[in-house]
């Protein structure tokens, strides 16, 4: 592959990015738009015609590593691993 080829492939694909961005946006400001209409309507079901909209809330338990470490941190190090991967980016 030339310089050239390479060159138009990075702009095509930050172009593509870009386009992702931007369809990124349009669906969090729709999404945003929907859910507050429901919570104006108090509700976390809706129906439009075939689809069913639902904003639930949700309960969950996380490990809290960071306090876990603060208070024993002998413990976290022993079940520390290093985990090794590659970033890929292209800059300007």
């Not at 492939?9 to 946006?25: I, S, T, Y």
């Amino acid at each position: 592959m030339s310089i050239h080829e390479l060159e138009s492939k990075c702009r095509k694909l930050q172009e593509l990015k870009d386009f992702e961005n931007e369809v990124k946006a349009e669906i969090a400001a729709m999404e945003n738009e929907i859910k507050a209409l429901m919570q104006e309507q108090d509700t976390e079901e809706l129906t439009a015609g075939q689809y069913i909209i639902r904003w639930a809330t949700v309960l969950s338990n996380r490990f809290d590593t960071t306090a876990f470490k603060k208070v024993m941190p002998d413990i976290y190090q022993a079940y520390t691993k290093q985990i090794t991967s590659r970033r890929f980016t292209i800059s300007e």
